[in-house]
Every structure is written in C-alpha cells, then in structure tokens.
Nanobody, 127 residues
C-alpha cells in the first residue's frame, strides 16, 4: 500500500534552516503531485508547498513563499521541503501528502484532494 515517511524535523533557531524528506512507496511516484502541509498546535492543517507530477511547477502560500522550496527526486521517490529563514510561527508538525488523482494538479487544493499522509515530523523554531 501507499506509504509516506517524513524525516528531518527538529529544533532550530529563528533564521535557521531545515530540510525535510518524505520517502514514498506503493505507487507510481512521478505521476502524482506531492505536497507538504503543517499543523500548528490546536489549529487547522495548512498546505505549505506543492510540486506537480513530474515536477514542472510548484505552489506556495504567501506565508512561506521565498523561504520554503519543495523539490522531488523521481528516481528515488523522495519529496523534499527545504525551509530557510525559519520563524517561530513555522513551528508545527509537518506532513507529506499525495493527491488522489494521477496527472492532476490545481492552484486551489482542498482536503478532499489528498488520499495518503505521512506520520508527520515536528519542527520547532525557538531561541
């Protein structure tokens, strides 16, 4: 079955950088748009990055644009999230998710668009 396993989280100072990894298996990775989401304690989950199937385009909300970069390795089935210039408000559990339909992407994702999630990795930004 589909498996998504995140890693790379930890404690980082404001202004620092972290790279998260999501190892994917159980599906034809290159055919699916992949995404990163975060959930702050007690708040709703927020999409922070998306990369289209094959990897020709990326999407970011204004809250992270210019600081976060999503990328993918279609040979090794890994999607990355490089996070730079981190702020305390970036503190969250970060999740990897795949969209449910191959050869598909949008600029207006909703929760119904995702069918598989990783277990999450904690990122804490604090002095």
């Amino acid at each position: 079955q589909v498996q998504l396993v995140e890693s790379g989280g930890g404690l980082v100072q404001p202004g620092g950088s972290v790279r998260l990894s999501c190892a994917a298996s159980g599906f034809v990775f290159r055919l699916y748009t992949m995404t990163w989401h975060r959930q702050h304690p007690g708040k709703e989950r927020e999409l922070v990055a998306a990369i289209t199937y094959f990897g020709h385009d990326t999407n970011y909300p204004d809250s992270v644009k210019g600081r976060f970069t999503i990328s993918r390795d279609n040979t090794n089935n890994i999607v990355y999230l490089q996070m730079n210039n981190l702020k305390p408000e970036d503190t969250a559990v970060y999740y990897c998710a795949k969209v449910r339909t191959q050869y598909w992407h949008t600029r207006h994702y909703s929760s119904q668009d995702f069918d598989s999630w990783g277990q999450g990795t904690q990122v804490t930004v604090s002095s």
